[in-house]
């Protein structure tokens, strides 16, 4: 009796134990908690919400807490493998207005609304699915980075590929690839594209903060920002533009040889001009350009003397 007693004590304090142990929580200065009930006789309802660099804090027994992160990230969309969100290549691909598929990199900054109404929302919407990641599994936002990446990739990316489709369709190639012009038939000046780049990082800013609240339901992110920090061509457009650029180049040498053999030609015709006028000049020149220690100069006889200087 006393053995089954010492058992069923056993079963009944254990579970108390783990479960007040495992029902303290604290969060470091760059991530914020969301705590959801999850005891046998709870509901599975937020609990509460612990702000970033909190101490140990009570959460209930059997509770579950989803990390999010508290601070400024980045999401950043790039043909460099060691700097993309995403493994491997990633460049969004827009046609221009005129038709040239541009690669487009950039990087998104925000913040997550750590507004504790805004953070309940977002994990009723998003903590309580998964994602589907890059090697095929599947993870919570909470997840660590691989999870946060698995969700922005799915639920905020096509809203960004969208907005630069806006924007970059409605502008030109020449606009922000200045070397484009060079294959238009009108063959227009190449102009700075620093104003179209900053035209579209407002216009993209603009844009996102419209769409992303609709889209996902709630004003989950903050502080967004996008910068555009590389346009590129096709390959097969980038070889014509530079050959292109090294026929201009070509132009402009055999056209800088014409303009020095006609300033030449004008010298010459110059200086003989002179030396018509004044034969002596002419003489004057002659002397000049005898290499040094020449004492003796006859000109016009074969047996003149010359007597190098000591």
Not at 36 to 57: A, E, F, H, M
Not at 123 to 148: A, C, H, I, M, V
Request: hydrophobic share 40%.
């Amino acid at each position: 009796m006393r053995v089954a007693l010492a058992i069923l004590a056993a079963l009944i304090v254990i579970p108390l134990l783990i479960g007040g142990i495992g029902g303290m929580e604290s969060t470091s200065g760059g991530e914020v908690a969301v705590v959801r009930d999850g005891g046998p006789l709870d509901d599975n309802k937020v609990r509460q919400v612990i702000d970033p660099g909190s101490g140990i804090t009570w959460t209930g027994m059997w509770s579950s807490t989803h990390l999010y992160p508290a601070q400024q990230r980045f999401y950043t969309i790039t043909a460099d493998t060691k700097r993309a969100t995403n493994l491997g290549v990633d460049v969004v691909t827009v046609p221009s207005s005129d038709g040239v598929n541009l690669g487009i990199e950039g990087t998104l900054y925000f913040t997550l609304n750590l507004d504790h109404g805004a953070l309940k929302k977002f994990d009723d919407k998003y903590g309580t699915r998964t994602f589907r990641t890059q090697d095929n599994g599947s993870l919570y936002p909470w997840d660590g980075d691989e999870g946060w990446s698995a969700f922005f990739g799915q639920a905020v990316r096509p809203v960004i590929d969208n907005a630069l489709r806006g924007q970059i369709g409605a502008m030109r190639c020449a606009e922000l690839v200045p070397s484009c012009s060079l294959l238009e038939s009108s063959a227009l000046k190449p102009q700075d594209s620093n104003a179209s780049i900053a035209k579209v990082q407002n216009a993209v800013n603009a844009s996102l903060a419209r769409d992303l609240p609709v889209t996902l339901g709630g004003n989950f992110l903050t502080g967004l920002r996008f910068t555009l920090a590389k346009v590129t061509l096709p390959a097969d457009v980038q070889k014509a533009v530079d050959r292109s650029l090294a026929a201009s180049a070509a132009v402009s040498e055999a056209q800088a040889k014409v303009a020095q053999a006609k300033a030449e030609a004008e010298a010459n015709r110059a200086r003989q001009d002179g030396y018509d006028k004044c034969p002596s000049c002419a003489e004057i020149e002659k002397l000049r350009s005898l290499p040094q220690g020449i004492t003796v100069y006859a000109p016009g006889n074969p047996q003149s003397v010359v007597v190098p200087s000591r």
